[in-house]
């Protein structure tokens, strides 16, 4: 079954970006991660990143039409998009959000995601692997 991997604004930029929370992987090595993790899972993952807010929407539209199971990071947008919770809120299949760090142990303006409400659950914390923990979430939710 395939699945989405939505990623948000500067997860392109892992290279460069602070590897003390963010950790010492590129993006090309996060996205080989999470193909060969979902391979294992029975899953085909359509990995992408956008920095832009509409085409995160327009891929959640895509979603909800196709019913495709969405694993989304949406990176600073967790924090304030409405656009894209509401987006996310017309996927009916599973949708699990992620994040590299814990948002919750870092600055207060992180602490509140607007996405958790219309998503199945939400990991963080954990790298790379916090998607592959949803990917094992999410065989769990389809089975
Ligand atoms: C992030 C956490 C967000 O607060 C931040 O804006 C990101 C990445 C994460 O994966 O830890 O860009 O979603």
Do not use: C
Not at 110 to 135: D, K
């Amino acid at each position: 079954m395939k699945v989405l991997v939505l990623n948000g604004p500067n997860l392109g930029r892992l290279d460069i970006r602070d590897s003390s929370i963010y950790g010492d992987m590129n993006y090309a090595q996060l996205v080989s991660q999470i193909e060969s993790a979902a391979k294992t899972h029975g899953f085909v993952a359509d990995v992408r990143q956008s920095n832009d807010e509409a085409e995160i929407i327009t891929w959640l539209h895509e979603a909800a039409d196709a019913n495709l199971p969405v694993i989304i990071n949406p990176a600073a947008f967790t924090h304030y998009s409405y656009a894209i919770r509401d987006a996310a809120e017309m996927v009916k299949a599973p949708l699990i959000e992620v994040h590299l760090s814990n948002p919750l142990s870092r600055e207060e303006f992180r602490h509140t995601s607007v996405i958790s409400g219309v998503a199945n659950g939400t990991i963080g914390g954990f790298g790379p692997n916090s998607y592959v923990l949803a990917l094992i979430a999410l065989k769990a939710l389809l089975s």
